[in-house]
Nanobody
Framework: VQLQASGGGLVQAGGSLRLSCAVSGRTFSSYAVGWFRQAPGREREFVAGINWSGARTSYADSVKGRFTISRDNAKNTVYLEMNSLKPEDTAVYYC?????????????????WGQGTLVTVSS
């Protein structure tokens, strides 16, 4: 299983970005996927997760109401729509997959990780 995150960039505070996570593998539709982020000097933290069907999602309190996670199983892709961005959202964003349909915040439960994509929010 390979994951490829993309869509990062530089945006002003209050702006929006959409991240994509393309996942290889014939059984993508059975995987849960999570987004995590890591700012300089800080630990990697959970942002959002989605179960295999898309019916269940989970969010960190810091992004609730601003970020939306979704998936398109026909395209083997998970998205993270980020609105009302703040400077404190600046980080490298990573996507991760769990073959056991875990979609919450315990990092060690995720089996596969992609490389990150950098999001920079200017004030």
């Amino acid at each position: 299983v390979q994951l490829q995150a993309s869509g990062g960039g530089l945006v002003q505070a209050g702006g929006s970005l959409r991240l994509s996570c393309a996942v290889s593998g014939r059984t993508f539709s059975s995987y849960a996927v999570g987004w995590f982020r890591q700012a300089p000097g800080r630990e990697r933290e959970f942002v959002a997760g989605i179960n295999w069907s898309g019916a269940r999602t989970s969010y960190a309190d810091s992004v609730k109401g601003r970020f939306t996670i979704s998936r398109d199983n026909a395209k083997n892709t998970v998205y993270l729509e980020m609105n009302s961005l703040k400077p404190e959202d600046t980080a490298v964003y990573y996507c991760a997959a769990d073959t056991g349909d875990y979609y919450r915040d315990y990092r060690a439960r995720y089996d596969y990780w992609g490389q990150g994509t950098l999001v920079t929010v200017s004030s």
